[in-house]
């Protein structure tokens, strides 16, 4: 029974760490997400900036993997270059070092304060504040979950069980190296392993050689998620993962069979027994970053011979970038710039139809439906990020944010299908059947054509300025469609009575067209509404008040 609760107090004080290691993550996300990936993305134009930023981001994250993933989603985007980003690894590997140096350094006193701290920062109305008092009770968490290990370890320090499975490890390194590997792999955290490692040697029952082999493993074992997070992503991300994690594993591997001589070196490092864990993984960490600096290029070069580069689908979001779900003003931006995108192939879809339309050319419709299947797509991409981002929790603002950029989404999706399943084969027939508008006729479905992709462009820019005054010139563009459209219908209508042969032949044709580019326009329009609505402007009814 004694066993049982011994091991009920290890586990749940693991999970305390991990959770505190979560917490640190995602209040500093929180409080100081948009500038730590400013800092990241724009500090890496030489090495040693690149080193630096992985080293501050890993500290303020807590998360070397966080670190990882982020830069392997800049490297994506070309924002950092992949020799660059080997680097910001390297110095993400010993910020988590020196993270858990620091907290083996027995300051589990103040966790009680840090909590305190957080909690009376977590009470405050302002978002980066509600942040940083998460991320300071996070740290407390983990100094208390090390003085609970520290507890729980007590009992085992004159434990035969513990002593006689020691000894089967100290017999078989690789095997010890793979359950320290294992260790940080399920927990997705090589800091969480070394201070596990850091509780089991206080014991003292652990020899140099042995805490030195268990600290290279749960080095290994911490590479290893970030590059499993990568798999699904591009080639240039997972170049960046799989480098880190095979620069870990060559260290381990050539460490690995002189690890007694290390242990003797570690013992000579005049520092407490009890930090030899933390000293043995922050030694081997600033090794590895002086022997694999200088070959970053070089394995930047190999990792993409290794991986080859691989053609994107076109239905593929560019932006939605799931690791900046944790900062909303970044991931509205980057759902505000695939709209936008949305937009994009709509008014191609547009320019195409408009020149087939005037040249008779079929072959500007085959890459219609192509299109409409990528609006499609990426339409409800947006939805699904813009859901996900909601569960955060929103402040006002960014909530109607949203929800006028999933509006705009849908609006855009809605003209993609008239164009697919209006426009298009009203087009289509006209080709195909060599049918003449009148002059007349052609030039008013022309011009209407060409004031809908204006229209268009002006939504864009109304989309992302929020401009009221361009919000106002388009509600008045709405009146003069709908004039458009009218007095063409009418002057139509007239041009059938006179009998006109073009008109006859054409007559269903043209009047299908113009309530298209209508109803295309209804639904352009609709990016000003939310701005006049927040204004006052609108009303309900379009209804005269009765005199």
Not at 215 to 240: C, D, H
Not at 346 to 358: N, P, S
Request: aromatic residues 6%; hydrophobic residues 50%.
């Amino acid at each position: 029974m004694g066993s049982t609760a011994i091991m009920i107090n290890l586990f749940g004080a693991v999970a305390l760490l991990l959770f505190g290691l979560s917490q640190v993550k995602n209040g500093v996300s929180r409080a100081f997400g948009a500038r730590l990936r400013t800092g990241l993305a724009t500090g890496t134009r030489n090495g040693i900036r690149s080193f630096a930023s992985g080293f501050f981001a890993t500290i303020a994250l807590q998360s070397s993997t966080a670190t990882a993933l982020m830069t392997a989603s800049f490297v994506e985007r070309e924002l950092i270059k992949p020799r660059m980003a080997q680097i910001v690894l390297l110095g993400a590997n010993v910020g988590t070092a020196v993270t858990a140096w620091i907290v083996g350094l027995g300051i589990g006193w103040l966790s009680p304060l840090l909590i305190l701290i957080g909690i009376g920062f977590y009470r405050s109305k302002s978002a980066s504040r509600q942040g940083l008092g998460g991320a300071l009770i996070g740290i407390g968490l983990m100094l208390l979950s090390l003085h609970l290990m520290s507890a729980a370890t007590e009992p085992l320090r004159h434990s035969d069980a513990l002593i006689a499975f020691i000894g089967l490890l100290d017999q078989a390194w690789p095997v010890a190296f793979a359950f320290s590997a294992f260790i940080a792999f399920v927990s997705s955290s090589s800091l969480a392993a070394v201070v596990l490692i850091l509780s089991v040697a206080a014991t003292g029952a652990v020899p140099s050689g042995l805490i030195l082999v268990l600290v290279l493993g749960a080095n290994f074992g911490g590479a290893i998620p970030p590059f499993m997070a990568s798999l699904g992503g591009a080639a240039s991300a997972r170049r960046v993962t799989l480098g880190n994690l095979i620069v870990r594993g060559v260290g381990c591997m050539l460490v690995l069979p002189v690890a007694g001589y290390g242990g003797m070196a570690l013992d000579l490092i005049p520092t407490p027994p009890a930090m030899l864990p933390v000293d043995a993984h922050l030694a081997f960490n600033l090794l590895l970053t002086l022997v694999a600096w200088p070959f970053s290029s070089l394995l930047s070069n190999r990792m993409a011979g290794l991986i080859a580069d691989e053609e994107q689908p076109d239905m593929a979001p560019k932006f939605l970038d799931r690791t900046e779900l944790s900062t909303p003003v970044v991931a509205l931006a980057s759902a505000t710039r695939e709209v936008l995108g949305v937009g994009d192939l709509i008014e191609r879809m547009l320019l195409k139809t408009a020149e087939a339309f005037r040249g008779s050319d079929m072959a500007q419709l085959a890459e219609i439906a192509q299109l409409e299947a990528r609006v499609d797509k990426l339409q409800q991409e947006v939805k699904v990020y813009l859901a996900m981002l909601s569960r955060v929790g929103l402040s006002d603002e960014n909530s109607r944010r949203s929800i006028h950029i999933i509006d705009y989404a849908i609006n855009l999706e809605h003209i993609g299908d008239i164009i697919e399943k209006g426009l298009l084969p009203q087009v289509t027939k006209k080709i195909s059947l060599g049918l003449k508008f009148s002059d007349d006729g052609y030039e008013e479905l022309t011009r209407l054509m060409n004031l809908t992709i204006d229209n268009l462009r002006v939504a864009q820019t109304i989309f992302v300025t929020r401009d009221f005054g361009l919000a106002r010139q388009m509600m008045e563009v709405k009146v003069e469609v709908r004039r458009m459209e009218k007095e063409s219908a009418e002057r139509h209508i007239k041009r059938l009575q006179d009998g006109r042969i073009e008109s006859l032949q054409t007559s269903s044709l043209h009047l299908d067209m113009l309530r298209d580019l209508k109803r295309i326009n209804a639904h352009i329009v609709s990016v000003a509404h939310p701005i006049l609505d927040e204004s006052g402007l609108l009303i309900e009814s379009r209804l005269k008040a009765a005199e």
